[in-house]
Protein backbone atom coordinates (compact mmCIF):
# COMPACT_ATOMS: atom_id res chain seq x y z
CA UNK A 1 0.00 0.00 0.00
CA UNK A 2 1.18 3.37 -1.42
CA UNK A 3 1.91 5.66 2.08
CA UNK A 4 0.18 8.63 0.51
CA UNK A 5 -2.55 7.89 -2.68
CA UNK A 6 -3.79 9.94 -5.62
CA UNK A 7 -5.74 9.53 -8.41
CA UNK A 8 -2.83 10.14 -11.24
CA UNK A 9 -6.07 11.74 -13.14
CA UNK A 10 -6.08 13.85 -16.14
CA UNK A 11 -9.17 15.67 -13.91
CA UNK A 12 -10.57 17.72 -16.39
CA UNK A 13 -12.78 20.94 -15.10
CA UNK A 14 -14.38 23.50 -17.26
CA UNK A 15 -13.12 27.43 -16.56
CA UNK A 16 -14.75 28.52 -14.02
CA UNK A 17 -16.14 24.99 -11.81
CA UNK A 18 -14.54 23.82 -9.00
CA UNK A 19 -11.87 21.09 -9.03
CA UNK A 20 -11.82 18.72 -6.39
CA UNK A 21 -8.61 16.97 -5.56
CA UNK A 22 -8.45 14.08 -2.92
CA UNK A 23 -5.64 12.26 -1.23
CA UNK A 24 -5.65 9.57 1.65
CA UNK A 25 -2.58 8.61 3.50
CA UNK A 26 -1.92 5.11 5.32
CA UNK A 27 0.45 6.35 8.26
CA UNK A 28 -2.45 7.31 11.38
CA UNK A 29 0.64 9.88 13.24
CA UNK A 30 0.48 12.07 10.15
CA UNK A 31 0.39 15.42 11.87
CA UNK A 32 0.94 17.89 8.98
CA UNK A 33 -0.22 18.20 5.39
CA UNK A 34 0.32 20.23 2.02
CA UNK A 35 -0.79 20.67 -1.26
CA UNK A 36 2.01 21.88 -3.88
CA UNK A 37 1.46 22.77 -7.18
CA UNK A 38 3.72 21.85 -10.25
CA UNK A 39 3.93 23.32 -13.44
CA UNK A 40 5.41 20.36 -16.23
CA UNK A 41 8.93 20.82 -16.03
CA UNK A 42 9.22 23.28 -13.15
CA UNK A 43 9.38 22.67 -9.05
CA UNK A 44 6.77 22.60 -6.62
CA UNK A 45 5.19 25.47 -5.35
CA UNK A 46 3.46 25.26 -1.87
CA UNK A 47 -0.51 26.68 -1.99
CA UNK A 48 -1.41 25.51 1.15
CA UNK A 49 -0.46 23.99 4.76
CA UNK A 50 -3.20 22.28 6.79
CA UNK A 51 -2.70 20.79 10.62
CA UNK A 52 -6.13 20.63 11.92
CA UNK A 53 -9.40 18.99 11.15
CA UNK A 54 -11.42 21.12 9.30
CA UNK A 55 -11.27 23.38 6.35
CA UNK A 56 -8.98 25.90 5.81
CA UNK A 57 -9.19 28.64 2.84
CA UNK A 58 -6.96 30.94 1.06
CA UNK A 59 -8.53 32.71 -1.88
CA UNK A 60 -9.64 30.45 -4.41
CA UNK A 61 -8.13 27.44 -2.47
CA UNK A 62 -9.99 25.75 0.06
CA UNK A 63 -8.13 22.42 2.24
CA UNK A 64 -9.97 19.97 3.95
CA UNK A 65 -8.71 17.47 6.71
CA UNK A 66 -10.25 14.52 8.23
CA UNK A 67 -7.49 12.73 9.96
CA UNK A 68 -10.43 10.16 11.06
CA UNK A 69 -10.67 9.16 7.24
CA UNK A 70 -6.85 9.59 6.81
CA UNK A 71 -8.45 12.02 4.20
CA UNK A 72 -7.53 15.47 2.70
CA UNK A 73 -8.10 17.40 -0.20
CA UNK A 74 -8.07 20.54 -2.13
CA UNK A 75 -11.07 22.32 -3.46
CA UNK A 76 -10.66 25.28 -6.11
CA UNK A 77 -13.06 27.69 -6.77
CA UNK A 78 -13.61 29.47 -10.36
CA UNK A 79 -10.96 27.40 -11.80
CA UNK A 80 -8.65 29.12 -14.31
CA UNK A 81 -6.66 27.79 -17.35
CA UNK A 82 -3.76 28.67 -15.87
CA UNK A 83 -4.76 26.51 -12.77
CA UNK A 84 -3.88 23.19 -15.26
CA UNK A 85 -0.99 21.52 -13.19
CA UNK A 86 -0.28 18.45 -11.36
CA UNK A 87 -1.15 18.93 -7.60
CA UNK A 88 0.89 17.07 -5.11
CA UNK A 89 -0.16 16.32 -1.51
CA UNK A 90 2.33 15.88 0.70
CA UNK A 91 2.24 14.29 4.33
CA UNK A 92 4.49 14.42 7.10
CA UNK A 93 4.54 12.84 10.72
CA UNK A 94 5.76 15.38 12.78
CA UNK A 95 6.43 18.91 12.94
CA UNK A 96 9.38 20.15 11.20
CA UNK A 97 9.77 16.40 9.63
CA UNK A 98 9.92 14.95 6.28
CA UNK A 99 7.76 14.79 3.60
CA UNK A 100 6.32 11.81 1.99
CA UNK A 101 4.64 13.02 -1.72
CA UNK A 102 1.77 11.14 -3.49
CA UNK A 103 2.36 10.73 -7.28
CA UNK A 104 0.17 13.87 -8.35
CA UNK A 105 -2.96 14.32 -10.18
CA UNK A 106 -2.95 15.94 -13.12
CA UNK A 107 -5.70 19.03 -13.89
CA UNK A 108 -6.82 20.54 -16.83
CA UNK A 109 -8.83 23.69 -17.18
CA UNK A 110 -10.78 23.34 -20.34
CA UNK A 111 -11.63 27.12 -22.00
CA UNK B 1 9.85 35.90 1.38
CA UNK B 2 11.13 32.10 1.67
CA UNK B 3 12.46 32.13 -1.90
CA UNK B 4 15.46 29.25 -2.42
CA UNK B 5 17.92 29.10 -5.76
CA UNK B 6 19.62 26.33 -7.58
CA UNK B 7 22.72 26.64 -9.84
CA UNK B 8 23.19 25.70 -12.20
CA UNK B 9 19.15 25.34 -13.68
CA UNK B 10 20.60 22.51 -16.23
CA UNK B 11 23.64 20.55 -16.93
CA UNK B 12 24.64 18.21 -19.37
CA UNK B 13 28.12 16.16 -18.70
CA UNK B 14 29.90 13.27 -19.59
CA UNK B 15 29.73 10.03 -18.35
CA UNK B 16 31.95 8.72 -15.46
CA UNK B 17 32.42 13.14 -14.54
CA UNK B 18 31.11 14.86 -11.51
CA UNK B 19 28.71 17.29 -10.91
CA UNK B 20 28.23 19.93 -8.10
CA UNK B 21 24.65 21.70 -7.93
CA UNK B 22 24.34 23.97 -5.38
CA UNK B 23 21.03 25.28 -3.09
CA UNK B 24 20.86 28.64 -1.53
CA UNK B 25 18.35 30.20 0.35
CA UNK B 26 18.38 33.73 -0.32
CA UNK B 27 16.22 35.61 2.62
CA UNK B 28 16.23 33.31 5.32
CA UNK B 29 18.52 31.28 7.52
CA UNK B 30 17.94 27.62 6.59
CA UNK B 31 18.40 24.95 9.06
CA UNK B 32 17.27 21.92 7.35
CA UNK B 33 17.44 21.45 3.48
CA UNK B 34 16.48 18.57 1.28
CA UNK B 35 17.61 17.25 -1.72
CA UNK B 36 14.97 15.99 -3.68
CA UNK B 37 14.95 13.29 -7.12
CA UNK B 38 12.14 13.21 -9.65
CA UNK B 39 12.28 10.79 -12.58
CA UNK B 40 9.82 12.13 -15.84
CA UNK B 41 6.15 11.37 -14.80
CA UNK B 42 7.23 10.36 -10.75
CA UNK B 43 6.68 12.02 -7.89
CA UNK B 44 9.33 13.53 -5.74
CA UNK B 45 11.73 11.17 -4.35
CA UNK B 46 13.82 12.15 -0.98
CA UNK B 47 17.29 11.82 -1.42
CA UNK B 48 18.62 13.00 1.73
CA UNK B 49 18.25 15.44 4.60
CA UNK B 50 20.86 17.78 5.70
CA UNK B 51 21.24 19.69 8.80
CA UNK B 52 23.69 22.83 8.96
CA UNK B 53 26.88 21.36 10.14
CA UNK B 54 26.33 17.78 10.54
CA UNK B 55 26.32 14.81 8.21
CA UNK B 56 23.08 14.47 6.04
CA UNK B 57 20.89 11.54 6.45
CA UNK B 58 20.18 10.02 3.47
CA UNK B 59 17.15 7.14 2.80
CA UNK B 60 17.49 3.74 2.05
CA UNK B 61 18.75 2.87 -1.22
CA UNK B 62 20.63 5.91 -1.94
CA UNK B 63 24.54 5.48 -2.26
CA UNK B 64 26.14 8.68 0.12
CA UNK B 65 29.55 7.81 -1.54
CA UNK B 66 27.75 8.57 -5.22
CA UNK B 67 25.55 11.45 -3.97
CA UNK B 68 27.84 13.67 -1.86
CA UNK B 69 26.03 16.64 0.75
CA UNK B 70 27.87 19.13 2.15
CA UNK B 71 25.57 21.73 4.28
CA UNK B 72 28.51 24.19 5.18
CA UNK B 73 25.91 27.82 5.79
CA UNK B 74 23.08 28.54 6.54
CA UNK B 75 22.16 29.27 3.20
CA UNK B 76 24.02 27.03 1.36
CA UNK B 77 23.50 23.17 0.68
CA UNK B 78 25.57 21.68 -2.09
CA UNK B 79 25.27 18.11 -3.98
CA UNK B 80 27.93 16.51 -6.05
CA UNK B 81 26.91 13.64 -8.37
CA UNK B 82 29.97 11.56 -8.40
CA UNK B 83 31.12 9.21 -11.46
CA UNK B 84 27.74 10.17 -13.36
CA UNK B 85 26.43 7.60 -15.42
CA UNK B 86 23.09 8.18 -17.79
CA UNK B 87 20.63 6.50 -15.07
CA UNK B 88 21.74 9.65 -13.13
CA UNK B 89 20.36 11.45 -15.36
CA UNK B 90 17.21 13.23 -13.77
CA UNK B 91 16.13 16.66 -11.87
CA UNK B 92 17.05 17.12 -8.94
CA UNK B 93 15.28 19.78 -6.38
CA UNK B 94 16.66 20.66 -3.41
CA UNK B 95 13.96 22.43 -0.49
CA UNK B 96 14.45 24.51 2.70
CA UNK B 97 13.36 24.89 5.97
CA UNK B 98 13.47 27.82 8.16
CA UNK B 99 12.84 26.67 11.94
CA UNK B 100 12.97 30.00 13.29
CA UNK B 101 10.29 31.24 11.06
CA UNK B 102 6.22 30.48 12.25
CA UNK B 103 6.05 28.37 8.78
CA UNK B 104 8.59 25.86 9.62
CA UNK B 105 6.87 22.70 9.04
CA UNK B 106 7.05 24.43 5.70
CA UNK B 107 9.46 23.10 2.65
CA UNK B 108 10.32 25.88 0.43
CA UNK B 109 11.50 24.38 -2.92
CA UNK B 110 14.10 25.63 -5.53
CA UNK B 111 13.36 25.95 -9.14
CA UNK B 112 15.41 22.45 -9.79
CA UNK B 113 18.82 21.15 -11.85
CA UNK B 114 17.89 19.07 -14.97
CA UNK B 115 21.09 16.98 -15.25
CA UNK B 116 21.73 14.79 -18.43
CA UNK B 117 24.18 12.24 -18.36
CA UNK B 118 25.67 11.14 -22.28
Known amino acids: QKEVEQNSGPLSVPEGAIASLNCTYS??????FFWYRQYSGKSPELIMS????GDKEDGRFTAQLNKASQYVSLLIRDSQPSDSATYLC???????????FGTGTRLQVTL | GAVVSQHPSWVICKSGTSVKIECRSLDFQATTMFWYRQFPKQSLMLMATSNEGSKATYEQGVEKDKFLINHASLTLSTLTVTSAHPEDSSFYICSARDRTSARYNEQFFGPGTRLTVL
Open chain 1, 50 to 53: IYSN
Open chain 1, 90 to 100: AVSPGTASKLT
Open chain 1, 27 to 32: DRVSQS
